[in-house]
Each structure stands twice: as structure tokens, then as C-alpha cells.
């Protein structure tokens, strides 16, 4: 079992940063690939960033490549996503994600357990 609880989420400008990040609880969160999701109101979940098990292969959705780092650092089970040059469009609650699995990977039903989301908020 694999508990994880986000933060750094809030209100930014437009052109802004953010890092949110992701504590797990568990000891199989150094086999795990992780991702990041968001969801913004009336709209589908939609995969943002993934990284393998061992932080050594990442995956971006093309609308935040260039902009958004996921990192992991597994001697303290938390994963990160640094999100820079923000956009409105960039609005949403971001979820993070642990897979039974050590590849990346884009789909929701492909991750096994979530967190509560934490809200980020781009004003123009």
C-alpha cells in the first residue's frame, strides 16, 4: 500500500513557478513510477509528467514540455513537479500518482494509487 499526500500548490501569476510536491508513505515507492495529473473543472484527468522508478527516464505531455520538470529523490520517497513560465490554462487540481511498476507510463488506469490533489491557480 502506497499513501501520498501533495503540496505547494496556490495562487501564481501568469509567467510564475510553482514546485508541488509529493510525499509517499510505503517501502515500495523506490520501485515505483511515478506521475503527476491534472484536472481542471469540467474537464477529463489528463497526464502532465511521469518519471521511472529509478528518476532516470521522464515522459511530458507536449503541453508542458519545456516548462515542467518531474523529479524524484528516493531516499526521502517524494517526487516532484517544477512548473515554470506558468499559463491560465495551466489551472487545474494536480494529482500524484504511484504505479505497481517501474516504467513510465500516460494513462490514468495505468496508476494504482493517488493522492488528494493539490490546487494550482493562474491568474492573467
Known amino acids: 500500500q502506497v499513501q501520498l499526500v501533495e503540496s505547494g500548490g496556490g495562487l501564481v501569476q501568469a509567467g510564475g513557478s510553482l514546485r508541488l510536491s509529493c510525499a509517499a508513505s510505503?517501502?515500495?515507492?523506490?520501485?515505483?513510477?511515478m506521475g503527476w495529473f491534472r484536472q481542471a473543472p469540467g474537464k477529463e484527468r489528463e497526464f502532465v509528467a511521469a518519471?521511472?522508478?529509478?528518476?532516470?527516464?521522464?515522459y511530458y505531455a507536449d503541453s508542458v514540455k519545456g516548462r515542467f520538470t518531474i523529479s524524484r529523490d528516493n531516499a526521502k520517497n517524494t517526487v516532484y513537479l517544477q512548473m515554470n513560465s506558468l499559463k491560465p490554462e495551466d489551472t487545474a487540481v494536480y494529482y500524484c500518482?504511484?504505479?505497481?511498476?517501474?516504467?513510465?507510463?500516460?494513462?490514468?488506469?495505468?496508476?494504482?494509487?493517488w493522492g488528494q490533489g493539490t490546487q494550482v491557480t493562474v491568474s492573467s
Open positions: 500518482a504511484a504505479r505497481k511498476a517501474i516504467g513510465v507510463a500516460n494513462m490514468p488506469h495505468e496508476y494504482d494509487y
Open positions: 518519471v521511472n522508478w529509478s528518476g532516470s527516464s521522464t
Open positions: 510505503g517501502r515500495t515507492f523506490s520501485s515505483s513510477a
